[in-house]
């Protein structure tokens, strides 16, 4: 792989990291922000330094070596097929995140939330289609099990949770002022949970990078390697992205401190069973988006607006496929660009 090809790979990566943050911030500060548990400004640092944190974190108890991102990203047919042409791989890393990137762009334009990890994997099947070679089934059969339960799970426990929740009001021992503490403690969770899980994807790609380049990978350059990107998604996740913001916060429903505890804390849990319990990614935008209505169900179907709901399914089913299409149209264009 060319210098220039590998730089271009490391500078995409972080420009990912950085839009994955953008676009996700919603997931830990939506609510806090919408029932006024906390100040915007205030919600999306802690956010930030949350998501850093949970970055580092994440990107240390991991045993990073190139086995372990090719398994992670479902790309082992991709990169068997293309061993012996690492511009070809290179390329289509650049494309997979380049596919990534745009739909992410785009879902953030229309406020709605979507999986930055289900775009990618939905680019790889576009990308392996390009290269000859065939999709790792198995990764994606997972996620795709995982993309169907998850949300069923969080909307169900986020109902269990709200109607607990609403009981305990009921007496005087919990206050508004406790649900908001509690609100906030969720929302810390999720976004740590946030950096931990999404911070992998960048950093799988660079590394498969590194090794199709020959260079040497040790623990210093992991870290070096860690710590830009970890920043990145922080970066932003200071930014937030207000649009859907505003779509899990207003549009679904007009949440209360309540539903916000019910619902942050159903996507905290959902996430902690997925990433630790199945050692796969969950998406953070799925587990909140259907939490919230699972908690607006509770207060009463009336309260969750399910046109907006009904919106923010189709997008998730568009994901996949329209990543596919992005990253297969890219990496022809490039290959044809370049002579690869």
Known sequence: MTPLLFALIVVMALAMAYMNGFHDASNAVSTTITTRSLKESTALGMAAVLNLLGAMLGMAVIAVTTSWAVTMLGLGPVVSQLTDRPDALGLAL???????????????WVGMPASTWHAFFGATLGVSLVVGSTAAWERLGLLLAISVVGPILSASFAFVLMVLIRRLTRTERVRPGHLRFAQTLSAGAVATGHGLNDSLLPLAVVVI???????????????????????????????GGHRIIRTIGRRLTDLTATQGLAA?????????????GLETPVSTSQALASSVVGAGVARGPRTVRWKVARDVLLTWLATPISSAVLGAAILGVLLEAVGA
């Open 209 to 239: 990078a590194v090794g199709a380049s020959g260079l040497p990978f040790s623990g210093e350059a992991s870290l070096a390697l860690m710590l830009p990107i970890a920043i990145a998604v922080a970066a932003g996740t200071l930014m």
């Open 264 to 276: 942050e804390t159903s996507a905290a849990v959902t996430m902690s069973l997925a990433l630790f």
């Open 94 to 108: 650049l494309s997979l995140m380049l596919a990534t990137f745009l739909w992410d762009l785009s879902t953030w």
